[in-house]
């Protein structure tokens, strides 16, 4: 692997007060690979989107794009370097309606003088791109608030391939969907992957991860304790792994 | 039908339609029909209104300003006391009371943005900061009194005496200035980015600004600007009565947030029309002079408009969930 990967983060470490909630993490996500993101919950999984999704910096280490060390300053510098990420609360507004929703912070304007924004244009857009996420949409103007979580997700996704994203974080995409919202939701994630972005996926579900994921790193009190291959590891393994040393297997041992 | 329905202009203007027909039969035959009477709630609602376009953005985009109404009275000081004592130009009072206000903005916006305590709390703690610093001022510079007057001598026959305080057709100029500012600030919701990123901060800024959009920059405009509103109908009002009095705009905050919330806009923000707080101050106007119209007793004023404020409340909110369920 001479190509440099999409994004990396190399041994960073961030504090909130005495609290370390990353220490010393390293993470590289290649082009068209989903790399899964596991860990229990204040693993650090929240922090190190955080960190990628540029919310707030690193105390130490670095974050590269594209090979090129960056400093994000803002969400919206990460958005424009190409790192989209779709957060668990899924970032969109319920009463404002779905076309505003999808061009919030990046809407689309025409002329030289007011600047206006082309309603029209964004709404057209808005339907091409959800109508490929399998949404046929009756009414774009409708709030977002009518739209189904999965639905709600799918909008999401769409937004940030539309606006060029080459990396994708999703933060827990399936753990607010029931299962056949999941399943599709995790389609989605093999499709972005095949179109080349790279894909980090947080979760806690090993049987999600193992579904779509090609690389998994597991995080534990801030640290990545392991790094594993699809081919190298069966979801079992994974679970063990997350569990860190036993307190699943504990329970999952038949009683004697 | 439903998505008639779902503007939510809609409960204000048939509000609006409802009070007025209502004084009609009342009052008709008693002056609330005639030229003059509209021209008095017209009036009414203009000033009201100016201060309640800027209070619904500021609302819409999750925020309060309850230091509007202290804002207007020592905006007026402000400008009439340089034209009168000190012999400055009208247009150059009316400028440094807007370079006062903006600067009264930006600290309430700050506030609120780097303290993260509620809107509500720190620009009640400016309602009587500058309240206070008002009175005292201008007993100060007076000599006890609590006016600056002598503005009309100053200040008759000049240009902006007469954009501001002046008639056309009958209707005073805050009618027109009213109109033009609902105007303009329709459509720089409905039709500009800032005004997409105004929903957005008030929907969630948290998410907005995960999304990109500039929330604490958007808020601490909407502060500057509700300011400046108030200012205007400073002017307007030292221009009208002549003199600058330390209690103008007494109540104007609580009357503003009344007329956006009759007019539709979410107490929670993220959701409003400027439209809607439009026809708001309207019902608001025509209350306020209809009753003196009707013969009953003045006093039934404002129990008439805490009925309305929380008629038109719940009547909003059941038509926001039948439009949500659709």
Known sequence: ?256 | MTLLLRRPEVTPVAGAIAVWAFFAVIAGDTGFLTAQGTANYMEVAAQLGIITIAITLLMIAGEFDLSVGSMLGAAGVLMAYPVVELGWPLWAGIAFAFLGAAIVGAINGLLVIRTALPSFIVTLAALFILRGVTIAFTHDVTGGATQVGGVEQATAGSFWHSALAGELFGLPAAVYWWLALTLVATVLLAKTRFGNWIFGAGGDPDAAAKLGVPVARVKVILFVLTAMAATLVAAIGVLVNGAADVQQGQLKEFQAITAAVIGGTLLTGGYGTVVGAAFGALIFGMVSQGIFFTGADADWFQAFLGAMLLSAVLVNRYFRRHAQER
Do not use: Y
């Not at chain 1, 280490?61 to 919206?76: I, Y």
């Open chain 1, 1 to 256: 692997m001479s190509e440099a990967p999409a994004i990396e983060v190399r041994r960073v470490s961030k504090s909130f007060g005495h609290v370390a909630a990353l220490r010393d993490a390293s993470l590289r996500a290649p082009k068209a690979t989903v790399t899964c993101l596991l860990g229990d919950n204040g693993a650090g999984k929240s922090t190190l989107i955080k960190l990628l999704s540029g919310v707030f910096p690193p105390d130490e280490g670095a974050v590269l794009v594209g090979g090129r060390e960056v400093s994000f300053r803002s969400p919206r510098h990460a958005l424009d370097s190409g790192v989209s990420t779709v957060f668990q609360d899924l970032a969109t507004i319920p009463l404002m309606s779905i076309v505003r929703n999808f061009f919030l912070g990046r809407e689309p304007t025409r002329g030289a003088g007011l600047r206006l924004v082309d309603w029209g244009r964004a709404e057209t857009i808005t339907r091409d791109a959800l109508a490929e996420m399998g949404i046929s949409l009756r009414d774009a103007s409708q709030p977002v608030g009518t739209l189904s979580g999965g639905e709600r997700q799918s909008l999401a996704i769409a937004r940030a391939l539309h606006f060029g994203a080459s990396v994708l974080i999703l933060d827990e995409p399936t753990s607010a969907l029931g299962v056949r919202e999941a399943a599709n939701a995790l389609r989605h994630v093999q499709r972005v992957r095949d179109q080349g972005l790279a894909v980090i996926l947080i979760t806690h579900n090993v049987a999600h991860a193992h579904a779509v994921g090609d690389n998994f790193v597991v995080l534990d009190r801030g640290a990545v304790v392991a790094e594993r291959e699809r081919e190298e590891v069966t979801s079992q393994e994974l679970q063990e792994l997350m569990a860190g040393g036993g307190a699943m297997e504990e329970l999952l041992k038949p009683v004697p």
